[in-house]
């Protein structure tokens, strides 16, 4: 059986939704960040060498990094469901959107969710306070928001014409996205469709149930 190494507030929670929507019988192990840093604790070090989340284990497999772990279960689990025939322009799109959660959306979040915490870090010495909010909010302004503004722009253009990001049905690149949808919509950038979606797909049962899976999340 598939166990989920679910830490709070963190991608894993997708996985669990994903599972849900399949339907497939899992295992939650919960870990809590620290307090101080709201970094993983160094208990996930013991399922895999860089101690983050989201991980899997599925027998002797071990499994980290959400895409991998989505195209996985998606593959071994999912029997067709949540993914496009294969050569259809909806596959396409969603390998696409697939990949792009990761590699191009959450990096601008991560680096704006740090950028606000890193001055106001009580273990920075008060008279550097002054200097690291003048340095960080330059770099929010002259490139974090002009680049957040311009990807939440594209996902927004993504679902003009379908409901979601690869077509006419709910995939597994839409719950890759999600992430991303609610860390944005967590600062205030969603836009009136992007928000519509995600209040759509938050309520789907299968996300609900996860939610009583995995415990409180703070972007629900």
Same mark, same amino acid.
């Given at each position: 059986?598939?166990?989920?190494?679910?830490?709070?507030?963190?991608?894993? @929670? /997708?996985?669990?939704?994903?599972?849900?929507?399949?339907?497939?019988?899992?295992?939650?192990?919960?870990?809590?960040?620290?307090? @101080?840093?709201?970094?993983?604790?160094?208990?996930?070090?013991?399922?895999?060498?860089?101690?983050?989340?989201?991980?899997?284990?599925?027998?002797?497999?071990?499994?980290?990094?959400?895409?991998?772990?989505?195209?996985?279960?998606?593959?071994?689990?999912?029997?067709? /469901?949540?993914?496009?025939?294969?050569?259809?322009?909806?596959?396409?799109?969603?390998?696409?959107?697939?990949?792009?959660?990761?590699?191009?959306?959450?990096?601008?979040?991560?680096?704006?969710?740090?950028?606000? /915490?890193?001055?106001?870090?009580?273990?920075?010495?008060?008279?550097?306070?002054?200097?690291? /909010?003048?340095?960080?909010?330059?770099? @929010?302004?002259?490139?974090?928001?002009?680049?957040?503004?311009?990807?939440?722009?594209?996902?927004?253009?993504?679902?003009?014409?379908?409901?979601?990001?690869?077509?006419?049905?709910?995939?597994?690149?839409?719950?890759?996205?999600?992430?991303?949808?609610?860390?944005?919509?967590?600062?205030?950038?969603?836009?009136?469709?992007?928000?519509?979606?995600?209040?759509?797909? @938050?309520?789907?049962?299968?996300?609900?149930?996860?939610?009583?899976?995995?415990?409180?999340?703070?972007?629900?």
């Amino acid at each position: 059986m598939i166990t989920v190494h679910h830490l709070e507030n963190s991608r894993s @929670q /997708r996985v669990l939704w994903l599972l849900e929507e399949l339907e497939r019988p899992y295992e939650v192990k919960r870990y809590e960040r620290d307090k @101080q840093t709201a970094l993983a604790p160094p208990e996930l070090l013991a399922v895999h060498p860089l101690g983050k989340s989201p991980v899997i284990t599925d027998g002797d497999i071990t499994i980290a990094e959400s895409g991998a772990i989505v195209e996985y279960i998606i593959a071994t689990y999912g029997a067709g /469901r949540l993914i496009p025939a294969p050569g259809t322009p909806e596959r396409l799109r969603y390998t696409y959107w697939l990949h792009y959660a990761e590699g191009s959306a959450m990096p601008l979040l991560v680096m704006t969710f740090i950028f606000s /915490r890193v001055p106001k870090n009580p273990a920075m010495p008060w008279f550097m306070r002054p200097i690291a /909010r003048a340095l960080f909010g330059a770099i @929010q302004k002259s490139y974090l928001d002009p680049q957040l503004a311009k990807h939440i722009a594209y996902w927004d253009a993504a679902l003009a014409d379908t409901p979601y990001f690869a077509g006419a049905e709910l995939t597994g690149a839409d719950i890759m996205m999600s992430f991303c949808i609610e860390g944005a919509g967590g600062i205030g950038l969603l836009t009136p469709r992007l928000a519509a979606y995600k209040d759509d797909f @938050q309520s789907r049962p299968a996300y609900k149930r996860a939610l009583e899976r995995g415990g409180p999340y703070a972007y629900a």
